[in-house]
């Protein structure tokens, strides 16, 4: 059992962080800021371009908790799958290599079908037992996270947000069964502030590009969310509306902007009418509860 950090929020390093264009001093100023603020759990992934590399430069020495990823890889602009043996392997030697760390504190398989859970788990074990990680999680979406949960795995990690609560009910059996639960994409990528659609900076471009090109969220729902946030800043309302929930143990996060991070660490869960109200929006059924 993983226990939950005294800080519910956490630190994300991918995207922009991970990418040669973003200044590595830039980055090891915002971890820095996280770590003072009292964050200690963070997260990466190899297919993040050099994230991994950058995360364990930054963090050399520290106290502190890391997740990374196994199953996708990057050939070339390509993202492919595999869940293989040979491949986790290979991944949890290099990962712990860039990383500059003995063994791994927590490895997600990253978007798994339950076939490829069921396959992957024998050398998850074998790992766990050579000392080489110390934890194993499933990140994902639907009934690959229940199943998780349902089979001993120590983590999940899966999309929560005002929009998005398909995972509420998974969440909530997770945390009875004491699986850590980390929610992800807490603001919704950020697309019911209307200031996300104005870029000011290429890593905001970046982002606008990433969620145009998902295009998860359905407009009426972004517009109804927007009027239930009214005059509260949009940021802090929709990291507040996830913390408000207790089943979650860490909200992860990520930023390129001191001033987002700061607010970020500030956030606090939110409560009365304006928590009523977004919790009470009409969602897609594709992202209602479970």
Not at 218 to 245: K, Q, Y
Request: hydrophobic share 45%.
């Amino acid at each position: 059992m993983i226990a939950p950090p005294s800080l519910r929020i956490g630190f994300g390093v991918s995207g922009p962080l991970g990418q040669f264009w973003f200044r590595e001093a830039e980055l090891r100023a915002v971890i820095r800021q996280a770590l003072d603020g009292g964050v200690t759990h963070f997260d990466t992934a190899p297919f993040y371009f050099d994230a991994e590399k950058r995360l364990g430069a930054a963090l050399a020495g520290a106290a502190v908790f890391i997740s990374t990823k196994t199953g996708t890889r990057r050939h070339g602009r390509r993202l492919v799958k595999d869940f293989s043996a040979t491949a986790i392997r290979e991944d949890v030697a290099e990962s712990r290599r860039r990383l500059g760390r003995p063994s791994l504190d927590l490895l997600y398989l990253h978007g798994p079908t339950i076939a490829e859970i069921e396959a992957a788990r024998p050398v998850l074990d074998a790992l766990k037992r050579e000392g080489r990680i110390c934890a194993i999680g499933v990140c994902g979406e639907g009934e690959p996270l229940a199943h998780a949960v349902g089979t001993g795995f120590d983590a999940i990690m899966g999309a929560y947000n005002v929009l998005d609560r398909r995972h509420e009910e998974i969440f909530a059996e997770a945390k009875r069964q004491g699986v850590l639960t980390v929610a992800v994409a807490p603001l919704a990528q950020g697309l019911f502030d209307p200031r996300f659609n104005r870029p000011r900076t290429l890593s905001d471009l970046w982002r606008l590009a990433r969620a145009r090109v998902r295009g998860r969220y359905p407009p009426a729902a972004i517009a109804a969310a927007r009027r239930a946030l009214g005059d509260a800043d949009p940021a802090a309302a929709a990291l507040g509306f996830v913390l408000s929930n207790r089943d979650i143990d860490i909200v992860m996060t990520t930023t390129t902007k001191p001033g987002h991070l700061a607010a970020t660490l500030a956030a606090a869960p939110l409560s009365g009418e304006r928590c009523k109200a977004l919790n009470r929006l009409s969602l897609d059924p594709e992202l209602r509860r479970s």
